[in-house]
């Protein structure tokens, strides 16, 4: 099986210079060559595809046909293509130190994959990496000490730029042996009410307020009999047998644990949100350049919080 032809991209640029400018000559200019090159250009690419995709008019007006108007959209992504590579690629190396704060339920799973991406586009650029809870990191990032944090929406400074990276399943977690999620009132374990770092503009800790509000609504009634500022903490409650408690879908449960079932009486948890926010005055460009790695790994939601 042979190898396909391929395209040639200074062909490419100029044809998409003809597009543009809708005559031969003005397109010569733009391109520096002459008149008679650019022609002998267009005549190889039609015989590479095989294709006529530019028509002549009366004039020296030039039009493209089907074909030339297909060709000219995937032409530009491919110009934009090589010539983002080639700024990559060319670009001075990268040095610094950027600080990056994640919540501690994302560091596992996803970090890994972000730090590796980082290395691989800026590796001489020292990654400062701080795993706390939402609230701290909120706190940090208002205070200066970070340039870029990933945190569970609900606890991101007001007014503060952040688009959304991620979102998860919410899930009620029990003992695998024991039956606290069919007690009433039904025994819960979560997060303390008095968490130091809350920012000041919260009466509550919103993860905490949110499975309060879908019992409530549900008309259950419950007791808290355990807390505990993580979730390992919280889930070590239900492990134990003493209660039930919330994590995300996507979280590593501890042996002796298992998902409650959506028949088994709870009420449904809406999903975590979680945002990424960069410092008021970030490293660039090294925040930039990490930001969009975070995007890539997350597969990126675009939306402005």
């Keep these: 099986m042979g190898v396909p032809a391929g395209l040639d991209l200074d062909l490419l640029r100029s044809f998409v210079a003809i597009a543009e400018e809708g005559s031969f000559t003005r397109a010569a200019e733009r391109v520096g060559r002459t008149q008679s090159a650019v022609s002998l250009q267009m005549q190889r690419l039609e015989g590479v595809l095989g294709q006529i995709v530019i028509v002549r008019g009366k004039g020296g007006s030039v039009e493209l046909n089907q074909q030339g108007r297909y060709l000219l959209e995937r032409a530009r992504e491919l110009l934009a293509l090589n010539d983002d590579v080639m700024r990559s690629m060319r670009a001075a190396p990268v040095h610094g130190v950027i600080r990056l704060g994640v919540a501690a339920e994302l560091s596992e799973q996803h970090l890994p994959k972000v730090l590796d991406r980082f290395a691989q586009v800026s590796p001489a650029v020292e990654v400062e990496v701080e795993i706390a809870q939402s609230c701290l990191l909120a706190l940090k990032l208002k205070n200066g000490e970070l340039d870029l944090v990933l945190l569970r ?30 007690r009433d009132p039904l025994p819960v374990s979560t997060s303390p009410a008095g968490c130091q770092w809350r920012p000041a503009e919260y009466g509550e800790c919103p993860w905490r307020a949110m499975v309060f509000r879908a019992l409530e609504q549900a008309g259950r009634s419950y007791r808290i009999v355990s807390t505990s500022a993580t979730t390992q903490g919280q889930m070590a409650a239900a492990q134990a ?30 999903d975590c949100r979680y945002l990424m926010l960069k410092g008021r005055d970030p490293r660039q460009p090294m925040t930039d350049i990490l930001a969009t790695q975070v995007h890539d790994v997350f597969g990126g939601v675009d939306t402005t919080a």
């Design 241 to 270: 047998g003493l209660a039930i408690t919330s994590t995300l879908a996507e979280d590593r449960l501890l042996e002796g644990l298992r998902i409650v079932r959506a028949d088994e009486g709870l009420p449904e948890l809406p």
């Design 153 to 182: 929406a609900g606890l991101e400074p007001r007014q503060w730029p952040a688009v959304e990276i991620w979102r998860s399943q919410t899930i009620w977690v029990t003992s695998a042996t024991h039956q606290q999620h069919l």
